[in-house]
């Protein structure tokens, strides 16, 4: 059997170490071209670990281009790999190996079709998201399913911990799954279809906060878009800030303050514990991490403490 990987996340690293150290047919992995990858969240350099296992690295621009597709085809596949990719790949690119295309979703498909569904979940207060290995179809996340694995969202959860747990569940499913396709098997079952509407793509601008909302889903909305991903901002006196961590209060009564006020520091013995309490449309947050953008430096905990920001109030702009 011939494979071909395609990814750049990094949430398929650890599959297709895996892969490769247990000696797995793979002739070629296909990833973004190093000008594409820089402008992809989560994106990892592949080329030391094929330079390790000495298996070539083949870049592209868009998988579904003419030379992309000519490219797949001079490999003579019989099965595609797509893990931790962006583009959906169309019916030429799935037509270039003889067995089909595998693909994982993180989610339990299918629920959360679509874009970003980890950054979604935790935006929408799921407590459980999880992982789907499926065959790849025309259709948007609507192949038949392989296999399924669960995946808890703890209220200590970001959308980093949750990738890391579904890199986890990418690994153990690939490596479950390879040895019955080596023997011949198709394993899969079509996917029940619950009418559902596909995720929207999410921008760097979608990522304002909007401070009347309750402390809960500001918290929800900010660990979903911290590191990789380009983070939640805000603004404070005609600068702009991302908001990398923070800590969610117990349900406290603001009384009336107006949201987005700074009530003040948070101090602590603990330097990471430190912060600014801000007041929510309901309860309040602790500002852990900032950064002033564009490419500002960071203002960790125990320094933004310091900040005499008390009665200063975040906006939704300059």
Known sequence: MRIAWIGFHEEGAAAL???LDS???IVAVITLTEDKRARCSGALDFEPLCSRHKVPLLLVDDINATESV???RKLELDLLLVIGWSQILGSQALGCAKLGAIGAHASLLPHNRGRAPVNWAIIHG???????LMWLSPEVD???IIDQR???ILPYDTCQTIYDKVAITNREMLCEVLPRLLRGERPGHAQPDDGGRLLPRRQPSDGQIEWAQPAKQVYDFIRAQTFPYPGAFSWLQGKCWTVWAAALLADIETGPVRPGTVVGPLISPFAEASGQLVSCGQGMLALLKLQARPDGAMLESYRLAEMEWAGRVWTNGG
């Open 23 to 25: 000696g797995a047919p």
């Open 142 to 144: 609507k192949g038949e």
């Open 17 to 19: 170490e895996a892969l």
């Open 70 to 72: 000519a490219l797949l």
């Open 126 to 132: 799921d407590t459980q998201t999880g992982n789907t």
């Open 150 to 152: 669960a995946i808890p």
